[in-house]
């Protein structure tokens, strides 16, 4: 089975922290994927990669950036962290587009 | 019209009740239609999905009811289970890319024992 592991299951940062949030998949994946979920809002696409070293912007990609310098490795990251910013962060992965996807655990960031 | 509007939010069902949790959207060039059910604590894992070739589609116990003429679809739970208590989402997405996967709100469903 794919695992897609998050680095943090919990994490509480302080406002203005740069945070970097680690995402790596086992399965050899071409797309992987930042949501953020919040209640009532679904999943939230913030950013996504189809290859190493590109990206393209989500439905939220403010405040956000992405880095995906080898293939199984996906980090978002905060520039300088907000309290609006406190949610359940989820790396996903898979292998082509229109395709299952592999979710990781998740990440709880609280922005104190 | 890129929406996909779930309802409803929240759902009690005791056991052995079938949970019926609705799904909608606009974007015709929308062709593929999963379910993801996510436990506490864990990501959300894919259910069951289906295409507009067909009208239903059943794995075990879950069903996808899909109306393609009113841009609607539908997640049935047969026979449920405490087991099944989780938190649903459905989603749409075009072949082009899977960037533009659009989620629903979600529901969390309950089930009674």
């Known amino acids: 089975d794919v695992k897609v592991t998050q680095s943090s299951r919990y994490l509480v940062k302080r406002t203005g922290e740069k945070v970097f949030l680690e995402c790596v998949q086992d399965m050899d994946h071409e797309n992987m994927f930042w949501y953020r979920q919040d209640p009532g809002l679904g999943l939230r696409l913030i950013y996504f990669s189809y290859d190493v070293k590109m990206k393209e912007k989500g439905d939220i990609p403010e405040g956000y950036s992405v880095s995906r310098e080898k293939k199984e490795r996906f980090s978002l990251i905060l520039e300088s962290a907000s309290t609006n910013q406190t949610s359940m962060y989820l790396c996903?992965?898979?292998?082509?587009?229109?395709?299952?996807?592999?979710f990781g655990s998740g990440t709880q960031l609280s922005v104190l | 019209q890129q929406q996909v509007k779930q309802s409803p939010q929240s759902l009690i069902v005791q056991k052995g009740g079938i949970p019926i949790i609705n799904c909608a959207y606009e974007?015709?060039?929308?062709?593929?239609f999963p379910w993801y059910q996510q436990f506490p604590g864990k990501g959300p894992a894919l259910l069951i999905a289906i295409r507009p070739d067909v009208s239903e589609k059943k794995e075990g116990r879950f069903t996808i009811s899909f109306n393609k003429s009113a841009k609607q679809f539908s997640l049935h739970i047969m026979d449920s289970q405490p087991g099944d208590s989780a938190t649903y989402f459905c989603?749409?997405?075009?072949?082009?890319?899977?960037?533009?996967?659009?989620f629903g709100s979600g529901t969390r469903l309950s089930i009674r024992p």
């Open positions: 974007n015709t060039a929308f062709d593929y």
């Open positions: 996903a992965s898979s292998m082509t587009t229109n395709e299952k996807l592999f």
């Open positions: 989603a749409a997405n075009g072949y082009s890319s899977a960037s533009k996967i659009i």
